[in-house]
């Protein structure tokens, strides 16, 4: 018995010899005062306090003008026409007649009394056929169609439009016609049959009129460089899809039709690129203009750990056009972008910049909502691997469009920056609202000071 009731009492005496030797540990193993190792520690916490810093000061800034070697600025595959607020692009043709006539269309079929019609097409892109302004206005535009002065000079543009004849080529230019895949202008059969007669012309200048009725924006037209046929809508078979003039004869079942031999746009009366990226910046494709900015670390605390570091910059929408565009942050190698504007091949991007991050279908107008938008690029592991090892490079951000050299993740496949002419206005670093002004944004931590602890 006496040992069964041992038993039964051990776990008890086991906790209870526990509670002596904490209470021991608690007063001191001896007669002794406690010694001063550990008090305070039940209050000890290590306090993570997040900083936020906003950085606005930019060291260096400026605009990247990029030319591509292999893709010249009359070899585009979009003619671009109308009025873009300020903004203004006609299209310059010209056609061959050099290889007139052949078997079937004779010299004798070249008179009025022959030649029933004479029709430039226009093919619009998809995009713009879709196109609403900011109050739901589809796109209506009258077509000017003149002759040139001197014979067409593609290496000209983008420039000036050239001197015109004052006598119209197209027998109703003032006629307001409404958004359509197709746009058909009639040209006068006589100055068509004068062409012929001359072995060929100077060219052509398609520019918007001004009656009242138009409806401001760009338009898109295929050139004869097209390629990408998806971006417009199907057409019948046997379509060519360019700027092509077709010939309808009285006594013909065929028709004849003239590709160019040459197009362009004048873009003549683009909005600058603001210099100074305090009054703004801007990041232009077709005619690529990409900004390049700085910022200065001075303010940011050494060993820190970043939480978050984020470059932003706020698009004005109303002041910006186009169609979805992917825009991609990259780092540009340290002599690379300088200070000031400059002007550089696609290949030397190639070569200069690594994208970091990227942002996908970001609309230039801001949507339905027409807010101005704050686009982010979030640098957080690449900023802290910066710091920790070089802090002493400059570092300079890009921002761009998908250019095809970067990799998957950076791109949408398809079509790239020289098809559309896009354009987004960024608020510049005079902005007084800060939330809009272009930054780099850090959240960092230190860790403070374990409070108590011996002296």
Known sequence: MRGKNFGLLRPWLGFYLALVGLAALVAGCTGEDPNLTGIGLHNAAIDVVLEP???YNLENSGNLAVTDSEEPFDKRQVLYFGNQDAESSSMLIRYDFSSLPDEVFVDSLFTEANIDSVVLFLYMLRYYENFKDENGSSLVKTYHVRE??????????????PEVSPFFVNETPDTPEPVGAVIALELSEQKYIEWYQNNGHTGIMVS??????EINGFIGFSSADLTAFGELSPLSAGTLPYPVIVVRFAALDTVLRMVPMEDVSTLHALDPIPQNFANGMAL????????YLRFSFADLPPHVFLNRAVVSVANEDTLSYGTLTTLVLSVADSTFATGGDLAVTLEDLDDNVEAQRARFNLDPTGGEEGTNEVIEFEITRFLQGHINAAPEVPLTFVITADENFFAPDFIT???????????????GSGETDSSLRPALRITYSLDEEISGGGS
Request: glycine share 8%; proline share 13%.
């Open 208 to 213: 918007e009129g001004s009656t009242g009725a």
């Open 53 to 55: 810093l906003p950085i």
């Open 148 to 161: 040139l002065v001197d014979t067409l000079n593609v290496s000209l543009y983008p420039g000036p439009e």
């Open 284 to 291: 232009r494709t077709h005619e690529r203009s990409y900004p």
């Open 413 to 427: 496949p398809g079509i790239d920056p020289a098809f559309y002419l896009n354009r987004f206005n960024f608020f």
